[in-house]
């Protein structure tokens, strides 16, 4: 990849101008010496700015910089990078416009979506996209997605379809539920479920269990939204069925059970169990319905993490309905899905929200696909990216780590780097308090005066492939856990060369 061609010029433009005071008589004099716009677009920068933002974007930023060192002098404002005030040469000004305008187009550039490094060990990182799609499902993505499809188009009678019905049965078969619906994420998922099956009624809760989630999606929020009258039972530690049942009233719509997925309330609690949970509703006749965010569908302590329960085995227990995203453990494309009872699903999606929730194609695509890699026996770890990386096992760093070191080290002498193990948390809301064991290359300045480890963090966040790290102590931790593809390769050529 050889030097970033973004970094590379900004070091010659780094000498500091000299510093002189403007005064209001030379103020005139010093607006003339900016130079032209098209005397700054014949330079050697711009014409390697142009080959990566293209001629307009890179005369808009120009113009942009110049009528700043204007506004700047007019204003005997102080200039960056000229102390306090500035008098300074032709030259000078040029270099002024030049290193703003690199600035400006990199700060955009760095608005605009693209790839970055997740070095994090955070296999479902909210931030960073949650779950990555594999790229063999996305190949097979490409036909629908650049042609037209069969999306809502019954191709045996020629009539209406349904854009769920390509893949509910399959959830179904996956799930053990009768029916299935899904929208556009989780907590859509189970705003339509509360607004469609408690509105006006009251969904009784455990005091345990009225979380947010993050990204603000708070329990109590969501039911009010919804128009159901939320209850409390029990208290934050210790819930029983006893406290469910003295919360019931002729009003009572539903038992709500939520997944408390990022964060875990040990030592002395208790919790029903949801068999007795769901007899205690059915003999009521409302339902249980479960948010459970995570959504594990495979036995999750294949992969030394323990027990979580998994959808089937709650509806197993008897709830009726089960609502979980489609990109936590699913490892599949945004989305809420909501599976159980044939009669709440169907009633569900009927209500209008269904319409402002819905999936768009490419959603319903990549699910479809998603969940036809559970059924086709096709191996997780080879197929969806989560089940891979929360396969990777770290046992044999200590053969590879030394050249690597040496190697870092010889190129960045002002650095210590060493691979140490860490524990990588699954994230996104799933499994709260257990971890995998991992591996992160940590990285720390000399100097004693060197950059902190929040500076070195800032810069490999703008490097030309953005690598997104975490700091413990001092150090800027890279973990390997969640190094994708050539992730490996481009983040050792920015370490060696634009560190
Ligand atoms: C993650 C999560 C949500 C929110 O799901 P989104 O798909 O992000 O909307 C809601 N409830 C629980 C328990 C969760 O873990």
Redesign the pocket.
Known sequence: MGKSHKEQPISRLCQEPKKAKISSANRNEQLRKIPKIDKIMETELVKELEKQYGHERVRTAVRESVELLRQEISGSKALEGFGKWAEASSVAYTEYILRNTKKKLFREEQKRMQRVINATGVILHTNLGRAPLGERLVSELVPLMTGYTNLELNLEDGKRGSRYDHFAENLCRLTGAEAAIVVN????A?LVMLTALASGGETIVSRGELVE?G?K?RIPDVCRQSGTILVEAGTTNRTYLQDYENAVTENTAAFLK??T?NYQITGFTHEPELSELSEAAHSREFPLLV????GSIVDMAEYGIQPEKTVQELLGKGADIVTF?G??LLGGP?A?ILVGRKDLIEKISRHPLMRALRIDKYTAAALDKTVGIYLDDRKLEEEIPVYEMMGRKFGNLEIYAPAFLKKLTRCNPEYDFMITSTRNPIG??TTPGKTLPGAALLIKSKKKNGPSAQEISNRLRQMEVPIIGHIVDDWVYLELRTLLSDDFEIMEKELIYDL
């Open positions: 994420n989780n907590a859509a189970v989630i990204g999606f939520v997944h997925s948010d459970f965010g995570s995203s990109d936590k945004q809420g996104g809301g």
